[in-house]
């Protein structure tokens, strides 16, 4: 996943600002996934439960936030098979938003041992839609040109 998310960032980084702190998001996020998956043999504290669900809510709403006009009117304008692909590929994008909320509405609060012990069921889980959601987020971008449209400064 990392070496992914590398390739997208020397790939858009320093096209916008919107997009630049769409992958720092993104980054932010996975490198968070990585720590707080990587414990071995102790749960992690809630601050830091609460921190990572703190960057998931963020990453989600940089994609719904930062760069959504964008998309929203680059969309608008497809025709043919990048719109027919932008459509097949949003309600994917919505499935997966609700899954990430999931995690973070479980967790963020979790105080009980009960649900603690979950966790590492549930970070896998939650591994697997993020990894999904990187991919359907970057195939969205290429289909609508949206980076053509962020160089020339065309929100809708």
């Not at 996943?1 to 096209?15: D, V």
Request: glycine share 4%; with cysteine; hydrophobic share 40%.
């Amino acid at each position: 996943m990392l070496r992914k998310i590398e390739k997208t960032r020397e790939q858009w980084a320093g096209k916008h600002q919107a997009l630049d702190s769409f992958l720092n998001a993104r980054q932010n996020l996975l490198v968070d996934y990585i720590h707080l998956s990587d414990r071995h043999k102790s749960l992690p504290s809630q601050e830091e439960l609460q921190e990572f669900c703190g960057q998931l809510v963020d990453y989600v709403s940089a994609g719904h936030f930062e760069i959504y006009d964008y998309v929203l009117a680059a969309y608008e304008a497809a025709q043919g098979d990048a719109r027919l692909i932008a459509e097949r590929i949003y309600p994917s994008i919505k499935e997966n938003t609700e899954e990430a909320l999931y995690f973070h509405d479980k967790y963020a609060e979790a105080a009980d041992d009960e649900t603690l012990m979950e966790l590492d069921q549930d970070l896998n889980r939650l591994g697997e839609v993020l990894e999904e959601r990187f991919e359907l987020e970057d195939k969205m971008v290429s289909a609508l040109n949206l980076l053509a449209r962020l160089d020339n400064q065309q929100p809708a």
